[in-house]
């Protein structure tokens, strides 16, 4: 199977591993494993933040940073595709018991000028603003990269009015490597970010949640009521501390296969695609020209070996990763060329 889905479903490698069973471990809710400890100082370091907390999962880091930064009540502005407010379970309301003012953009990147109109002071009839959530890379806008004159000026415009931003960097090291830039330069601007070692960096689980040591030290005590104190977890902090020294060299290979897969689908009948618009590791196509269900085509694909997930009814998704090579690619695109084919001479004829 040629695993196109996301960059989740990498397999830790034979270091990771090895690292995994070599691993010194303690009571992580002590404070003591030392692994976990090793990570985090890395982390915040590769951010640029004061302290680092390991979490178990992108979506648990976001919570805790919605609950850092908000108070009961508020707005939190986002994009409209965001993950936090599409594939989270409500956890903004649920945790926070804040609400969504949600911003359609073309491409996932919010502007100042859009958020600056939605900002909203106390008065006594709105839900005052409380943060701006920044996807950066954009998932379901297809892998789209903040520039980062427009995350400074959001940052800027947000903090002289008292509103929070936060980074859901799950997929930053995309980011750093498509802009050439370090991954604390791109997080400098936000007073927290949240990255994923558990997509293209490859290792089997865990996040990270970095800001200020003040609200770090809180954000632990949310884990916990999360159910997110994990004892001996310098297991999984080995393997993450591994796919930090190891993995953001190669994203760009990643970056390579997706605009091989963006340029070869561009080339096809039914399917709409920008592919200068794709910028790392993430292809999203329309093919509601196609005369096929997104779902329909996916279901055909797998019949062929290739798994490709639809993401609504008119757009796949194909994300590369580092157990998707170029001949997998190659071998993608025939199979979705095969699938497409019938349907543009019609179908029906046959
Ligand atoms: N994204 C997953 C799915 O949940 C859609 C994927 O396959 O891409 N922020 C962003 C931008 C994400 O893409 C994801 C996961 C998360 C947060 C949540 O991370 P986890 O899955 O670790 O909770």
Redesign the pocket.
């Known amino acids: 199977m040629i695993d196109l889905?996301?960059?989740?479903?990498t397999r830790p490698t034979a270091a990771m591993r090895r690292a995994m069973m070599e691993a010194e471990v303690g009571d992580d809710v002590y404070g003591e494993d030392p692994t976990v400890n090793r990570l985090e100082s890395r982390a915040a370091a590769i951010t640029g933040k004061e302290a680092a907390l390991f979490v178990?999962?992108?979506?648990?880091?976001?919570t805790i940073a919605v609950k850092l930064l908000t108070e009961h009540g508020q707005e939190v502005i986002c994009d409209s595709r965001?993950?936090?407010l599409?594939?989270?379970m409500s956890m903004v309301a649920w945790f926070s018991g804040c609400v969504v003012r949600a911003i359609p953009t073309a491409d996932g990147v919010l502007s100042w000028d859009e958020v600056r109109r939605l900002i909203k002071p106390v008065n006594p009839y709105s839900a005052p603003t409380g943060m701006v959530e920044i996807?950066n890379?954009?998932?379901?806008a297809g892998g789209s990269v903040y520039p980062m004159q427009t995350v400074r000026q959001i940052a800027e415009g947000a903090r002289e009015r008292g509103v929070k931003v936060h980074m859901?960097?799950?997929?930053i090291f995309n980011a750093a490597a498509a802009l050439g830039m370090p991954v604390k330069e791109i997080a400098a601007p936000a007073d927290t970010v949240?990255f994923?070692l558990?997509?293209g960096l490859g290792a089997p689980?865990?996040?990270i949640l970095a800001g200020p040591a003040e609200l770090i030290a809180k954000g632990r005590l949310y884990r916990k009521r999360l159910g997110g104190g994990m004892r001996q977890v310098g297991v999984l902090a080995a393997a993450c501390l591994v796919a930090l020294d190891e993995s953001p060299r190669r994203l760009e290979e990643d970056h390579r296969n997706a605009r091989f897969l963006a340029a070869s689908l561009a080339r096809m009948a039914g399917v709409r695609i920008d592919p200068a618009a794709v910028a790392t590791n993430?292809v999203v196509f329309d093919v509601s020209a196609a005369g096929l269900a997104p779902a329909e085509i996916s279901a055909r694909l797998k019949q062929r070996g290739v798994l490709l997930?639809a993401i609504n009814d008119r757009e796949l998704?194909a994300?590369t990763h580092y157990d998707v090579s170029r001949e997998d690619c190659l071998r993608a695109v025939e199979a979705i060329a095969e699938v497409l084919a019938p349907v543009a001479v019609g179908e029906v004829n046959g």
């Open positions: 889905r996301s960059d989740t479903v178990p999962t992108g979506t648990m880091g976001n965001a993950h936090l599409d594939y989270e996807e890379t954009h998932n379901m859901d960097g799950a997929r949240m994923c558990s997509k689980a865990g996040s993430i997930n998704r994300v």
